[in-house]
């Protein structure tokens, strides 16, 4: 397998985007890594049929 | 006590500040019980499950913040959320600092070249559909989320090589990138040893020995527990064999597994006989020749794959002799009493309790737990022990609505006490996990307990034995040598691993026996 871009990322300063709990992030930032924090919350407040037809028409980003 | 409910609609907290607000409410005086979270289907299941379910919280949707208690009045009710918006305030942190927060994964990368991982911790549901936003995007993933169904691993596993970029997880509870504890990861300084491994806290060990004995780790690579299963095929293990091989910072490699599928084996043993590098390997399931067969070092558990890693770079790491663990054993055995015979380990996760169990059972016989290396040693009740018993507080039945013990320690708390107060315990066996989201002092947590649970004993003329081990480096913000300290300072037998603590509890157990049969 190509590892160019594992090898890439173990060469570089690591940014991290983080979807989920702000816990994790905080805890990169205090051993000084930079993150980026994106507000996840569930499509559709959940509603699963709602989700379906948001990906059935692309919605879903 | 009447149940007092308060909703802010359009109000998002995240899952695990949730599990952390409902602890806060469950600490205040005057809550008999309490629950916070999301209006959701499931966080509304489990109201309905524990009594705290109104007609308002039936009628709010998933975009409603809601804390729910049963509580003694109305006043008590609200300091008590009063002290849940304290514990969800932003940390002072001195200076002010905006970050901005984007709504999707896709909008942070195009804000952000040089973001080149991305760290998802949602429910297991909607893992898939991040992985994949983030690895279209260019970014490696970590995945913490868990309870992915296992063709969803499949096809982000599948993903991620097609694109050449790394899927650690899902379930991923460890792995060290560039010098970054990822997740619940200890801090580790670099070295030569690149590791991959199936177990997070196996990873953890062998990483925090590696870091105790002068040297360290290049990279960690978590594949999450269920990567080497018959349905994911072993992807990540693959990959990271790959990339730990072409990686010129990473000498040597160390690979761990408790067990493999029949299907995977035979893949990632060839691909072994291939490697370049050195390669020790702890794969709990597989024949010690079949490893041999491939060129690696054979690692019978996890203190003895960090011990054949150091002595490839000729380094020792020194743990306690049969002989001195003997000697412990009768030193603490000469203070219990006669009624006390057994031993009780209340742990924060299920590798290390597993492991435990494995130690202790040739010493003491049968344990029973809430997950048994036997069906017929289950326990009825995980808050009664019966005989020789180990509960991991890391399951379910105790997570459900709380985050993992590594996290919020109070999960775990219950049980020192009730355990000490059993006149037949002689022993509580005790793990502790360091990680940076982790609690900032677990062992300062306990330790006012841990005085009671004896004071207690001693009124009744029995003296409980603790026995513990910390795993975490001196890097770590707790910083494992200050916990142990506190341990020893407390009167707690403290042991180099899991393994050894467990090995210790079993020893002063089969020396009591013996003791008692034969009156010596």
Redesign the interface.
């Known amino acids: 397998m190509a590892c160019e871009k594992i090898l890439k990322l173990f060469q570089s300063e690591l940014v991290v985007v983080n979807v989920g709990p702000k816990l994790f992030a905080e805890a990169l930032e205090k051993q000084g890594y930079k993150t980026v924090q994106v507000e996840w919350k569930p499509v559709a407040a959940g509603d699963r049929e709602m989700q379906e037809i948001l990906e059935v028409l692309g919605g879903l980003d | 006590m009447d149940i007092f409910v308060k909703i802010e609609h359009g109000r998002?907290i995240?899952?695990?500040?949730t599990l952390l607000a409902s602890t806060v409410l469950n600490e205040q005086t005057g809550v008999e019980i309490g629950y916070a979270g999301?209006a959701?289907?499931a966080f509304k299941d489990i109201l309905a499950d524990i009594g705290l379910l109104t007609d308002d919280i039936s009628a709010s949707?998933?975009?409603a913040f809601v804390i729910a208690a049963k509580a003694a009045t109305q006043a008590v009710f609200d300091a008590a959320v009063l002290e849940v918006e304290k514990s969800l305030a932003p940390?002072e942190s001195g200076e002010e600092t905006v970050?901005?927060?984007?709504?999707?994964?896709?909008?942070?990368?195009e804000?952000?070249p040089?973001?080149?991982?991305?760290?998802?911790?949602?429910?297991g549901e909607?893992a898939l559909?991040?992985v994949r936003?983030?690895l279209n995007a260019?970014?490696?993933c970590v995945v913490?989320?868990n309870n992915v169904p296992l063709s969803d691993e499949r096809k982000m596993k599948e993903l991620a090589?097609e694109?050449?970029?790394?899927c650690m997880g899902p379930d991923c509870g460890v792995a060290n990138?560039?010098?970054?504890?990822?997740?619940l990861a200890s801090?580790n300084a670099r070295g030569p040893f690149g590791i991959c491994g199936a177990s997070g806290v196996g990873i953890q060990h062998v990483a925090a020995i590696l870091h105790e004995a002068g040297t360290g780790v290049?990279?960690t690579i978590g594949t999450g527990g269920n990567d080497l299963k018959n349905e994911v095929g072993g992807l990540m293990m693959?990959?990271g064999i790959?990339?730990l091989e072409?990686?010129p910072?990473t000498k040597y490699i160390a690979l761990i597994a408790r067990r493999i599928g029949d299907r995977v084996e035979g893949p990632i043993l060839e691909r072994i006989a291939k490697c370049k590098k050195p390669v020790v390997a702890m794969f709990m399931s597989c024949e010690r020749k079949a490893v041999e067969q491939t060129g690696a070092i054979w690692a019978s558990d996890l203190d003895d794959c960090a011990v054949k890693c150091l002595s490839l770079i000729g380094k020792e790491y020194r743990l306690d002799t049969d002989e001195e663990i003997s000697r412990r054993a009768a030193d603490a055995v000469k203070f219990l009493a006669p009624c006390q015979k057994y031993v009780r380990g209340a742990f924060s996760g299920g590798t290390f309790m597993d492991e435990a169990m494995r130690a202790l059972i040739p010493k003491v016989g049968d344990v029973t737990s809430n997950l048994p290396l036997k069906p017929e040693w289950k326990l009825a009740d995980s808050a009664v022990s019966v005989k020789n018993a180990c509960v991991d507080y890391g399951e379910e039945e105790f997570t459900k609505g709380r985050p993992h013990p590594a996290?919020d320690p109070g999960v775990r708390r219950p049980a020192i006490l009730r355990e000490a107060a059993d006149a037949e315990t002689a022993v509580i066996l005790l793990d502790f996990i360091l990680?940076?989201?982790g609690h900032m002092d677990p062992v300062g947590y306990v330790l006012d307990d841990i005085r009671k649970a004896n004071e207690q004993a001693h009124a009744q003329g029995r003296h409980i034995v603790f026995v513990a081990s910390v795993l975490g480096t001196d890097a770590d913000?707790q910083n494992v040598s200050l916990q142990r300290q506190k341990l020893r300072d407390a009167g707690v037998l403290v042991c180099k691993s899991n393994h050894q603590a467990a090995l210790l509890a079993g020893e002063i157990i089969r020396q009591k026996k013996e003791r008692d049969e034969n009156g010596v």
């Open positions: 998002y995240d899952s695990l500040e999301m959701t289907k949707d998933g975009n940390e970050q901005t927060v984007y709504p999707t994964v896709k909008a942070a990368a804000s952000c040089k973001a080149n991982l991305c760290s998802v911790a949602v429910p909607y559909a991040e936003k983030a260019g970014l490696h913490f989320s090589w694109k050449g970029l790394l990138i560039n010098g970054a504890a990822l997740v801090i290049s990279q693959l990959m790959d990339a072409a990686d910072e996290i990680t940076p989201p913000f």
